[in-house]
């Protein structure tokens, strides 16, 4: 699939470049995804990102880390981050903005590293595609965290964008969607939009608590979940 959001990216920093980046899925016309949004500072995030990087401690993994903005806060929080990005252009940009460690990477073929939090926002989680990827990407995750780790992510329920459509087959949420920018357009590619009761359900099922710690007026929450210790271990 071709990178147009890392490009987007790269060209927005190196020559404040105005082309648009837009999303397209099924459900109507394509929408802007402003490229500026990847460059924000802590004082124009969303409450929901703010809170999410005040819960983060110990040595951080931000998954899809995109231009960097939340891997540089967590710096100045004092933090040891590593920004994991499988865009070549990101992490490119990510470097020139001064992050100590960028990593490039695909989250899944990630080995032999251990982390205290995982962190993934913009529905970074959409990265798990369906809902039985969704349980790999838990199984990933557990591999990746220290024993007393936390997984933070957001994501939102897409319920409302049926109202005047039929349910498909599949899970609601695992939605088909491409890039555009300028010319080229990607390969249509999965993205997963989890609703928050579906979440808990397989977090449990694969041994995680959860806790829902912030939630908005447009479905979208916050949740930080931690690897329950199997029976009789200590």
Not at 17 to 34: A, I, K, Q
Not at 51 to 60: F, N, T
Not at 87 to 92: D, F, L, M, R, T
Request: proline content about 4%; charged content about 25%; some cysteine.
């Amino acid at each position: 699939m071709t990178d147009l959001p890392g490009l987007a990216i790269h060209d927005y920093y190196f020559s404040k470049n105005t082309e648009e980046l837009f999303v397209e899925d099924h459900f109507g016309p394509e929408v802007e995804m402003p490229v500026a949004v990847y460059f924000r500072t802590a004082e124009e995030m969303p409450e929901l990102e703010r809170l999410a990087l005040e819960k983060c401690q110990g040595r951080v993994l931000d998954i899809g880390a995109g231009a960097g903005s939340h891997a540089l806060e967590l710096e100045k929080m004092g933090l040891d981050v590593t920004a994991l990005e499988i865009s070549p252009k990101a992490c490119e940009v990510m470097k020139q903005r001064g992050l100590k460690k960028v990593m490039l990477q695909d989250f899944f073929l990630l080995e032999d590293e251990k982390f205290d939090t995982l962190l993934l926002l913009m529905n970074g989680v959409g990265i798990s595609s369906t809902l039985s990827g969704f349980r790999d990407f838990l199984k990933k995750c557990g591999e990746l965290l220290n024993p007393s780790g936390i997984l933070i992510f957001d994501s939102c329920d897409i319920a409302y964008m049926y109202e005047d459509l039929e349910l498909p087959q599949n899970y609601y949420g695992e939605v088909e969607c491409r890039y555009h920018y300028g010319t080229p357009v990607t390969d249509w590619f999965k993205w997963l939009y989890i609703d928050p009761q579906t979440m808990k359900k397989i977090a449990g099922e694969e041994g995680w608590s959860v806790e829902i710690v912030y939630t908005d007026e447009n479905d979208q929450y916050l949740a930080q979940l931690k690897k329950l210790m199997p029976e009789g271990s200590y």
